[in-house]
Structures are given as C-alpha cells and as structure tokens.
C-alpha cells in the first residue's frame, strides 16, 4: 500500500453508519480508528489495532481525542439558492394565515421568484454560500440544491450556473435538481399551462444545458400542481435522463407517494398526508422518504408519521428544507425535531442523515464510513450519537473534512485546496 494521507485516532464512539449487530444499527467502533488513502477510507478498526498495522507513517494523524466522530452529513432536501427573505410571513402564520394563504396572495414562492429574478449570479452564489457555510459547520459535506425561483426557461438557466457556481465557492459537494413544477409564475393563467410550457420547452433546454443537473423534481400539492401534471413531468424529465424527486402530499393528500412510486422517483419528500397504500408503494419500490419536521413546524402543519413509513419497510431519510419558508441551517436540530415530533430514535434520526440521505441523492459511496467510500467525516467534541438529539445548541463539530481533506475547523483552519 503506497503512503497513507491521513489516519485518524482516539475516537470515543466511531459510528460507521454500516449495519452492525443486533441492535446497533449505527455500527459502533469505541475507541475507533480509520485510515485515509487518495481521498477514501481504506480501512477502519480501533486505535489499538491500527497500531499493530503496518500500513506506514500517514502524512497527517487527526487525534479525535475521544470524542463523537461520524460521517460527513448530507442534506437531501434544500432550496437554499434564492434572493431575499420572508420574515415577516412568520408572523402572518403566527396570526393564522397557512402556507397556502400566503401563496394565493402573492406571497410564500412568488415573492421569492420576484426577488431572485432581480438578482445577478454573482449576488444569488454570495447569499447562498453563506447558508452553505451554515450547514457545513454543522457537518453536512454534501447538499442537494434545487432551482424553482426562477420560473423561466432564461432564470431557471440563470439558478442552474448560480448553483454550479456555489460548489466552486464552498467546499461541499453540491447535487443541483431542477425543480421545474414549484408554483405558477404570473405571467401563466393556470397551473396545466405553465406545466405544459415547462414539458414542451423547458425541459429540453435544461436537459442540455452546460450546468445540466443531476435530478428533476416536482411539487405535487392541491392548489399547485395536479398528480396528472406531475406524472406528464415526471415522465418527460425521465426520458431526458434526469433523475427524479417529489414533493408529495405535504398538506394534502394528492397521489405524490403512489406517483413516485409508479414513476421510478429516487425520494419522495415531506409525506406529510400520504395514504398507507402509497407509502407501502414506495417501500416496494425502494422509494427513499425524505422528511422534512423543521418544515411542519414552521407551516404549522402535521409531522409526517416516520413510525409508520419505517414500519412499511421505506427508508427514511432527514433534510433542513433550507428555504425562505423554513430557514432552518442547523441539521442538528432536526434530528431533535424527528426525535421529539416524530419520534425517531436518535440512531435512526442519524441514520437520516447520513446513509439514508446518501440513498435519497443516489449514492452509495457517501454517508458511510468504510473501506472504498468516500472519506468524508465530522470530528465532534460530543462523547457520543445520542447527544446530537439532546444537546442542541451549540458549536461541537471541531473539524469536517471531504475526501480526506479538511474544510472547516472550529479555530478557522482550513487546508488549501
């Protein structure tokens, strides 16, 4: 074996996020140790018995000094790229105003598009990489971002090369999705029109374009777009060869889950009001549920019920849902909404941002610490995965790296690219 990179020691609780035995679902290593080798782990064990390797003198050892050390996060689920702010819709919803009202007024999406329009790439990539930088510290190293506040074949185009942008300006894998059905934009009379417009024009445009993206996603909701309109979507954007996402029965239920199932979606996200039948379809399909609590909190809606999707034998996985609606930057805090709301145990609300989000973008190689993955991984001062849902608030991640380089250190360290 050529000389390694990096080794990492003195771990308190190493959680691998493989399958482990029995119970520990995390794959627990106490005293964990892993070495690093061109940008991915090439092996891991304890400390003790790394010292009885032979694998020679790494270029660099990280000491976790017996502190919490896990996979580097992935957020399935953010709109993170926009112009502007809602803060005062806050309030509006405090005075009983849902979600839904505020779209039809003009607000919610809409004011969103209007303010992103008006902005240049430059300002949209600067604005998005300071949530980004949020996220990183709090360990994500790697973010699905989606489009949808453009609403025009030129602004959407214009989202596509701010996002591309953003994964050259922060150091976190970036996985771009078109969201092409977000909401009507004003110059449409009605929702089929525009999804019409967005089929026949835009999709093929987007599907060509230089900063093409990885997934294309739809918001299948009453009063936004129908099922009909999402399956017609969903199958043009599937014979262009993009991937597929949904936003499925978040208020409502529409048909979202069954949809994603039938169409050979990759996650579908909030699930919120989904029917049995639909979430026992996306199990038999391998559908990844995405659910987004910090969302149901800010829309003042129901929590989806994770007990019930888990129990129908889908996948679950957690995203912020980063967005002018729910402006939420801090993973951790998620993980203790799905702990306290949904009731998830804490393994399983980890298990929701690593592993399962992994799947929810289409990977197998991230969200995991073992031998061929990509080293990717958060040293914390927490002692161990329990404290992530219990100890909310402040700054524990001590030091993230991606591929194993590091990209952030709580004493403003970072190495050069």
Aim: hydrophobic share 40%.
């Amino acid at each position: 074996m050529s000389r390694l990179s990096l080794a990492l020691v003195n771990a308190g609780e190493l959680v691998t996020c493989t399958a482990g035995r029995g119970e520990d679902v995390l794959g627990v290593v106490p005293d964990g140790a892993f070495v690093v080798e061109e940008g991915r782990v090439a092996w891991v064990g304890t400390t003790k018995e790394l010292g009885r390797k032979s694998f020679g003198k790494p270029a660099r050892t990280v000491d976790a000094e017996g502190g919490l050390v896990f996979p580097g996060l992935v957020d399935p689920h953010t709109h993170l790229a926009f112009a502007g702010s809602r803060e005062d819709e806050l309030e509006r919803k405090i005075g009983g105003e849902s979600y839904l009202d505020i779209l039809r007024s003009g607000g919610g999406i809409s004011r969103t598009v209007g303010a992103t329009r008006d902005a240049s790439v430059s300002r949209i990539v600067r604005e998005s990489a300071d949530r980004a930088v949020q996220l990183l510290r709090g360990g994500v190293t790697t973010v699905e971002v989606k489009t949808g506040y453009g609403q025009s074949l030129e602004q959407e185009l214009k989202m596509l090369r701010s996002i591309a942008e953003l994964s050259r300006v922060v150091d976190m894998e970036v996985v771009p999705t078109f969201l092409g059905l977000h909401a009507k934009p004003p110059e449409f009379d009605d929702a089929r029109s525009y999804a019409d417009h967005v089929v026949k024009s835009m999709l093929p445009e987007v599907a060509r374009a230089k900063a093409r993206p990885r997934f294309s996603d739809c918001f299948c909701e009453e009063d936004v777009f129908t099922r009909d309109e999402c399956s017609r979507y969903l199958r043009a954007s599937a014979e262009l060869g993009l991937g597929l996402k949904i936003h499925a029965d978040e208020f409502e239920e529409s048909g979202g889950a069954s949809l994603a199932a039938s169409s050979g979606c990759v996650s579908a996200d909030h699930l919120g009001r989904s029917s049995e039948e639909g979430i026992r379809a996306m199990s038999r399909k391998g559908v990844t549920a995405v659910l987004l609590p910090a969302t149901s909190l800010f829309s003042g809606i129901k929590f989806a019920d994770a007990r019930s999707i888990m129990e129908a034998g889908c996948r679950v996985a957690l995203g912020t849902d980063l967005s002018p609606n729910s402006w939420v930057e801090s993973p951790q805090l998620v993980m203790w909404l799905a702990c306290t709301g949904m009731k998830m145990s804490p393994a399983e609300a980890l298990l929701g941002f690593t592993r399962n989000a992994a799947q929810a973008v289409g990977r197998d190689d991230i969200g995991a610490i073992r031998a061929g993955s990509q080293a990717d991984f958060v040293v914390s001062a927490l002692p161990g995965y329990r404290f992530l849902p219990y100890r909310v608030g402040g700054d524990y991640v001590r030091m993230v790296f991606r591929r194993g380089r590091r990209v952030f250190d709580a004493e403003g360290l970072r190495d050069a690219a």
